[in-house]
């Protein structure tokens, strides 16, 4: 199969796809995301071959092409059987037309989750994601990462259908059992393969809209029952407002259809946080076992078309533009970020705990690990303090800030050393606290005990350090930290920060 007629192919198989719309309305998501990665593989194959043709990259074929000839076998495979499937439409045993639509639509499902342990939205998105990264190597840009695991599902999705034994669908009668018996090969899970390129397919010309429906119930509530998201934003707190008032929040990433139904199949929702009287609506999602981080913006304003879009956390920077956090895209280098959100807060705290969320989230993924979290500092926020503190038995870097906008104070810890440095362990508001002479007192030339301290956690792992008396403990890893940080206080007490 060549590039060119492969991309034929599967644009093809997206309009055939296109008829299952209206007779399985319940799983139009899902349908809406299988055209759409159909027309983004062919867009995509098509983007290779260009790249094969180039002289100035055509040296380079020999490093992907047994790559590619695994690919197109694949996906040569994968048309073969759907078309099969399709076969059955003609069957004249159907009551209805919207019957036979849903008896193969239900048939599709199962063979190709049985054939590989997942869906055939998920084998496309598979295909795409790699004829991306094939285009990438032949171009120079080399192996991004993710892409060895990603070759080897290609791999070994072929070597199992190599095996399979030829059925004629056609002769298949509506009361038939599955087509072929389950694959005894079933995938390992493999962390980022998936997440090399943005999770989801582009926007094509001429691929068909659809309307989307979205759940808000997650898959699983076992980790969301433990994990530390909720516990932060369940916690009471202060309200410090803004003196200067930024944008209304708004999202203006690419919409994607299908987007809420595919981050159920593998991730669990942690929170939901509504934005401008909730017309927009922010998710936080994560994988268990590599602890894959995402963010999903909803735009449910009345009158207009609901939208919906998605991206890991490590594919974003957060900064700070008055009372909003914006969230901008990376793009390949030399490039600068691309906006993706602007998110509009109404109190100093509740701005530092998505902030904070968003660091912890991204600095914990193992799936991508960030070296040295780059935005971790906040435009607008004065560091008053800067010392160490051992805490929990590890080493943490405590800082005090003073937000200029609204003068609020905080203490935050994060870790100090490692593939996690910068990222947040706590952090505490305390402009409150400061003024009260009975606060804070030393013991010893490392330790300064608080009595009281509302921290908010962002690790599950973390528990908080306290005295033998029950205050709260910070243990300086010098006496002159311990000294400085409460001269930092008393100067903020007096007013002189």
Known sequence: MELIAAAESVQKIASVFNKFL?????????VTAI????FAISSALRELRTAIRDPQYSARYNLIAQDIENILRSLQFTLNDINRFLGILGDQGFISKSEAYRFVWRKINDFFLDEANYSLCRRLEYYRIFSLGLANIIQGYGQSPGFGDLQYRIEKLLRSQNRKPETNLGNMSLGSPGLYTRSNYADPVLPGFDEYLPPYAPDVPGSPAANTTYSLDSSNTSMTASHWVPVVFDQSRPTTGFHDVNQVSACFGPDMPGATFRLA???EKLIELPFETGELVVRFYVRDGDL?????CKTVRSGRPRTQCCLPLTRLRISRAAS????????????????WATLRFPSYERMILFYCTFLALKGQDIAEPVVDLPDTFLKHEDEIFAGLIVDDNYEHALRIFKDVNSRGIRLQASVHRGEMKKTPIWTAFITHLVTSPSW????????????????YVFNNDYTPQLSLNGKHELSFTTSRDAIHFMEAIDYLADGRA
């Open 22 to 30: 209206d007779p399985v309305a319940a799983a139009d998501t899902e």
């Open 35 to 38: 055209i759409a990665e159909c």
């Open 265 to 267: 199949q593998e991730h």
């Open 292 to 296: 894959r981080a995402r963010i999903h």
């Open 324 to 339: 909003n956090l914006q969230l901008s895209r990376q793009r390949a280098s030399g490039r600068p970020p691309e906006l």
């Open 440 to 455: 804070m007192a030393q013991d010893g030339p490392f330790n300064v005990h608080l009595a009281d301290l509302q921290r």
